[in-house]
C-alpha cells in the first residue's frame, strides 16, 4: 500500500524566503508523486509532478520539487516566497501501474507568508 | 480555462436523509473521480468511474453510496442515508485519460454538513 507523510502541518515564512514544504512517500512500486495547491474556496490544483526521467521537476508560480528515491522524498521548494504562494498544499502519491490512477493524499501543509 | 464544476458549494442535511452531490467534469475528459476530505484528516480517494462504470472504490464507499452519469455532462455522488460521520468535503475530479502520470482536474468542492 502507498502513503504520503507531510511534516508540519503549518508552515509560517516571510515574504522573500525560501519555501521547503516536505513529503515523504512509501511505495513497494515505482511511484508518480504530485504537488497540489488550494487556494482558499478552491479546487486543488496541480503544481507540478514527476514521473519518470530528470528527478528535479519545475512546476508553475516558481515552485520545483527534487525525487530523492534513496530518501523516498519529494520536498517542494521555491527560493522567494510571495504573498499569493499562501494556500494549503497537498503531496500525492500513484503508482505506474496501469488502470485508473487513485491519488493518495498527505494530510496537506498550509503555507503562511508574513509581510 | 476548462474547469471542473461543483454544486452546491455547501449543503447541509439531517442524518439520515439522501444527498446528491452534482458535478461536471471538463468536457472532453472520460474518467472521473470523487475524493473526500473529512475536516482535519487526509484528502481520500472514494471512486473512479469509465464508460458508465465503477472501476475502482474504496472501502469507503459502502452500498450507501453510488455514483452515475445521468447525461453527457453531470456526474453525481449520492448517498442514501447521510450519517454524521459523513460530514466532509467532496471534491470531484476528471482526467482525460488513464494512467499514473495523466492530471486530474479538481473541482472546487461541496462541503457536506450531517447534523
Known amino acids: 500500500a502507498q502513503s504520503v507523510t507531510q511534516l508540519g502541518s503549518h508552515v509560517s515564512v516571510s515574504e522573500g524566503a525560501l519555501v521547503l514544504l516536505r513529503c515523504n512517500y512509501s511505495?513497494?512500486?515505482?511511484?508518480?508523486l504530485f504537488w497540489y495547491v488550494q487556494y482558499p474556496n478552491q479546487g486543488l490544483q496541480l503544481l507540478l509532478k514527476?514521473?519518470?526521467?530528470?528527478?528535479l521537476v519545475k512546476g508553475i508560480n516558481g515552485f520545483e520539487a527534487e525525487f530523492k528515491k534513496s530518501e523516498t522524498s519529494f520536498h517542494l521548494t521555491k527560493p522567494s516566497a510571495h504573498m499569493s504562494d499562501a494556500a494549503e498544499y497537498f503531496c500525492?502519491?500513484?503508482?505506474?501501474?496501469?488502470?485508473?490512477?487513485?491519488?493518495?493524499f498527505g494530510t496537506g501543509t498550509r503555507l503562511l507568508v508574513s509581510p | 480555462e476548462p474547469e471542473v464544476t461543483q454544486t452546491p458549494s455547501h449543503q447541509v442535511t439531517q442524518m439520515g436523509q439522501e444527498v446528491i452531490l452534482r458535478c461536471v467534469p471538463i468536457?472532453?475528459?472520460?474518467?472521473f473521480y470523487w475524493y473526500r476530505q473529512i475536516l482535519g484528516q487526509k484528502v481520500e480517494f472514494l471512486v473512479s468511474?469509465?464508460?458508465?462504470?465503477?472501476?475502482?472504490k474504496s472501502e469507503i464507499f459502502d452500498d450507501q453510496f453510488s455514483v452515475e452519469r445521468p447525461d453527457g455532462s453531470n456526474f453525481t455522488l449520492k448517498i442514501r442515508s447521510t450519517k454524521l460521520e459523513d460530514s466532509a468535503m467532496y471534491f470531484c475530479?476528471?482526467?482525460?485519460?488513464?494512467?499514473?502520470?495523466?492530471?486530474?482536474?479538481f473541482g472546487p468542492g461541496t462541503r457536506l454538513t450531517v447534523l
Open positions: 500525492a502519491v500513484t503508482t505506474v501501474n496501469t488502470g485508473f490512477q487513485k491519488l493518495v
Open positions: 468511474f469509465y464508460n458508465n462504470e465503477i472501476s475502482e
Open positions: 511505495s513497494s512500486v515505482p511511484p508518480y
Open positions: 468536457s472532453n475528459h472520460l474518467y
Open positions: 514527476y514521473t519518470t526521467g530528470a528527478t
Open positions: 475530479a476528471s482526467s482525460e485519460a488513464r494512467g499514473g502520470g495523466n492530471e486530474q482536474f
